[in-house]
């Protein structure tokens, strides 16, 4: 995504938007664009811009073997460059990582550095 009334393919796919059946580079677009937000929890289907082929959401192209991102997260639908990405679980979304350095505070209910563990100030 690069900003309103700007195209920047940056992906080897495109969504498929469920609520519109309408394809994006990513859900950004999609937003900026449409009168409503794409859940990317929802996404189902992806088109490879290689080949065309429509399949479902995956990290390489079944027709052809793009890569479509060095980080895909199956539950959030994220395509990314590798940044050490994780799904957390209890914050329902993906974080950079790597998660060896990270642990889910339950009562901050977020992320946080492992040097914290034991030692922040609990959030209620």
Known sequence: YSGPG????SSAHFLLAPCCDKLYTCRLCHDSNEDH???????????????????????????CSTLFGEY????????????KQYHCENCG?????????????????????????GKHKVYT
């Open 72 to 83: 895909y997260c199956s539950i959030c639908h994220l395509f990314d460059k590798d940044k």
């Open 37 to 63: 937000q794409l859940d990317r929890f929802k996404v189902k289907e992806v088109q490879c811009i290689n080949c065309e082929k429509i399949q479902h959401a995956q990290q390489t192209c079944e027709e």
């Open 93 to 117: 979304i993906c974080r950079i990582g790597p998660k060896e350095d990270f642990f889910h505070c339950l009562k901050c209910n977020l992320c946080l550095a492992m040097n914290l563990q």
């Open 6 to 9: 700007v195209a920047l393919i």
